[in-house]
């Protein structure tokens, strides 16, 4: 068995789904062979979620039992919270004006199954919010204000009260659900469930297409149901055991907000919260490889009050970056006073603080892969032709690469990889690619990435497929410990 339905009472009509048994909720809750059921999934179909109704307890206990309840009840607690209803995306917000549009009426309800609703017009405008309020069956209430369509509810929709003329539509989308491969599988290994959040339309992904697709085949190898998500998908991580992003992190972006979140579900996660905190800031980490003596370029923390000083303390060229640059974005070089007073003034508009660092010229960069305080893979990152960096934009937008170059951790200089251990340890035991200068026998830390980038035939070069394995490993481990209790989710203060 995959996937019970709890409901308030049996109802004919839900009876005939293949492969899913139908169970009232007292005998869910009070019966012992369904609190020893481990792994299956518990769609909650009861007649209110109510906090400490029987609906209420049939998601929490299925969380504690090890099951996974749908809705969870961070999902339940988001469908009484007017505040999230109310301020939901502005993309959502303007699909919602576009899908209701025309409608002369000044109220309106959307009837939701399994994130389909009857009317071909509202299909899009359903599945985001199945996306965003994971719910088995859903009922919200429209009202217009000010020539503006506003959610006014969200309610659960109880088998039982699914009108006569929605019985056949409802019938046909939970069996179309439950047929998915995610709930038909009988593998013999352990089932877990991995969220993998990328962006398709992202410029400069972390991942290709092709390391994305070795990622899935990797971790169904390990025994995980791996499913690609975006960021429409934030409401529906209570649905997973672990959380991969492969989507380039920010604090002030939905990345941060999915770690936070899946982090409170108690997922696993790469990359963690702090992980991203402690890596997107270039001030702190200038400040953290300080404090430790690791060696960097000569850097100094920038503000308005000390740029006069920085060419007798670094000398020209001087390297500008913004606090949350990566991978020579947001990364300036001054050649000259009046470059830098031009180029700080930029960044000054955007933070009170920058770092200015020491222009050390290298043909090219080495970076170093390192997942749980272990170095993975060493490549060199050569500089684009003509540039100073591994990438040039060009002012039509233009992308250039330096080229690529692998090599198996234990023929790069041992003096790399040790500062590159030494400086990742500092972050923590996720997924790291920390970026270094090496010159004359000693090796200079320009930077610590979380979310680094790992393209097919690029920095799996040396590993193949085995780089994917690894890491899948690492997730299942982590997994397994959460699950027997051994793993702490207390998120560490900067």
């Known amino acids: 068995m995959q996937a019970i339905a709890v ?30 059921l481990r792994g299956i999934r518990v769609f909650n179909l009861c007649r209110s979620y109510r906090y400490q109704t029987t609906g209420y307890y049939v998601s929490l206990l299925a969380a504690a039992r090890g099951q996974k309840p749908l809705p969870a009840v961070s999902t339940i607690q988001d469908l009484k919270d007017q505040s999230i209803i109310r301020n939901y995306t502005e993309e959502l917000d303007q699909l919602i004006q576009k899908s209701l549009k025309g409608l002369q009426s000044d109220e309106y309800t959307l009837s939701i199954y399994f994130g389909h609703n009857m009317a071909s017009k509202y299909e ?32 659960p929709i109880p088998a039982g009260e699914v009108s006569e003329d929605h019985r056949e539509f409802a019938r046909r989308k939970a069996i179309e659900f439950f047929s998915r491969k995610r709930f038909q599988s009988r593998r013999a290994v352990p089932r877990y469930d991995m969220a993998i959040l990328h962006n398709p339309e992202e410029e400069q992904p972390p991942s290709d297409s092709t390391a994305l697709s070795r990622f899935q085949k990797a971790a169904e190898e390990k025994g995980f149901y791996a499913e690609f998500l975006t960021k429409e998908d934030y409401g529906r991580l209570s649905e997973f055991d672990a959380l991969f992003i492969r989507e380039t992190t920010a604090v002030n972006h939905h990345t941060y907000r999915f770690a936070r979140k899946a982090l409170g579900e108690g997922l696993v996660v790469i990359d963690d919260p702090l992980s991203i905190l402690r890596c997107t800031n270039k001030v702190y980490l ?3 490889l300080t404090r430790y003596r690791i060696r960097t370029p000569r850097t100094l923390i920038a503000h308005r009050g000390n740029l006069d000083t920085l060419e007798s303390h670094l000398g020209f060229p001087i390297i500008l970056k913004e606090p949350d640059s990566s991978f020579s974005q947001g990364v300036v070089k001054a050649s000259d006073p009046e470059s830098l007073k031009s180029k700080a003034e930029a960044i000054l508009n955007k933070s009170d603080l920058f770092i200015a660092q020491e222009f050390l010229p290298t043909e090219y960069d080495w970076r170093v892969g390192i997942l749980n305080r272990t170095p993975l893979y060493v490549c060199k990152y050569f500089m684009a032709r003509g540039h100073w960096q591994v990438m040039n934009k060009d002012e039509a937008g233009e992308q250039d690469y330096g080229d690529v170059e692998c090599m198996a951790v234990e023929d790069a200089p041992q003096e790399v990889v040790r500062t590159a251990l030494r400086a990742a340890n500092l972050i923590g035991d996720g997924l790291y690619g920390v970026d270094l200068k090496y010159s004359a026998g000693k090796a200079y830390v320009i930077e ?47």
């Open 286 to 288: 200038a400040e953290l």
């Open 124 to 155: 899009k405008l359903a599945g985001q919010l199945f996306r965003l309020f994971p719910s088995p069956f859903l009922r919200l209430q429209f009202w217009k204000k000010s020539q503006r369509w506003l959610i006014k509810s969200i309610n």
């Open 7 to 36: 409901v308030s009472r049996k109802t004919e009509w839900l009876h005939s789904i293949p492969g899913i048994e139908v169970v009232e909720a007292r005998s869910y809750l009070t019966d012992a062979k369904y609190s020893e």
């Open 448 to 494: 610590v990435n979380d979310n680094p980038s790992i393209d097919g035939d690029c920095e799996d070069e040396i590993l193949g497929l085995e780089l994917y394995r690894i890491i899948m490993d690492d997730f299942l481990r982590r997994v397994q410990q959460r699950t027997e209790g051994k793993r702490s989710y207390n998120v560490e203060p900067l």
